[in-house]
């Protein structure tokens, strides 16, 4: 059995651009991504990465919980959709009461209601950056300079076995 994780956010490349590399190290350890996106634009980018595409109103519209199947071990998600969509909300609540799901975050604003993520970074690898790199510019994205982190906030329970990629944030 694979892990796998599903990450719903508003854009293809808001995802490639905040979660590319660690997206990318994912798929190179082994785990399924899908990512679900609410513009139906070209899903290259995604593809560079490893991952794959999915349609966000579609997996919705069946229920968080559940996006492309079973649970998923992770779930990360952009806050600009938890802010505007309940039932994006909704499915990030299930999955912190579940203690099962491994749930991160990234954007802008922090939910406050949601005090039991920390910061967390992710240390990409140099074939993250390299693909991170690429599929922002199939993104047409600009890619000026790859960081070697990406930041993030994550509650993850205590039985996850894939917390190690995640750190506490410097």
């Not at 599903?6 to 350890?29: I, K, N, Q, Y």
């Not at 579609?58 to 039932?87: F, I, K, N, Q």
Request: glycine share 6%.
């Amino acid at each position: 059995m694979r892990y796998r994780l599903d990450v719903v956010a508003p854009s293809v490349v808001e995802v490639v651009t905040c979660a590319g590399g660690w997206l990318f190290d994912r798929v190179m350890a082994g785990w399924d991504v899908t990512v679900l996106v609410a513009d139906n634009c070209d899903d290259r980018p995604l593809q560079i990465l490893g991952a794959e595409a999915a349609n966000l109103e579609t997996a919705l519209a069946s229920g968080l919980s559940g996006l492309t199947g079973p649970r998923p071990h992770a779930l990360a998600v952009a806050t600009e959709l938890y802010d505007r969509d309940a039932r994006v909300r909704q499915g990030v609540r299930q999955a912190l009461e579940s203690g099962q799901t491994e749930v991160t975050l990234w954007g802008d604003t922090w939910p406050a209601e949601l005090d039991r993520v920390d910061s967390v970074e992710h240390r990409l690898s140099v074939a993250a950056r390299a693909f991170k790199a690429q599929a922002l510019a199939a993104a047409s994205a600009p890619v000026d300079r790859i960081a070697f982190t990406e930041t993030f906030r994550s509650g993850t329970p205590a039985c996850c076995p894939v917390a190690a990629d995640l750190v506490p944030a410097s």
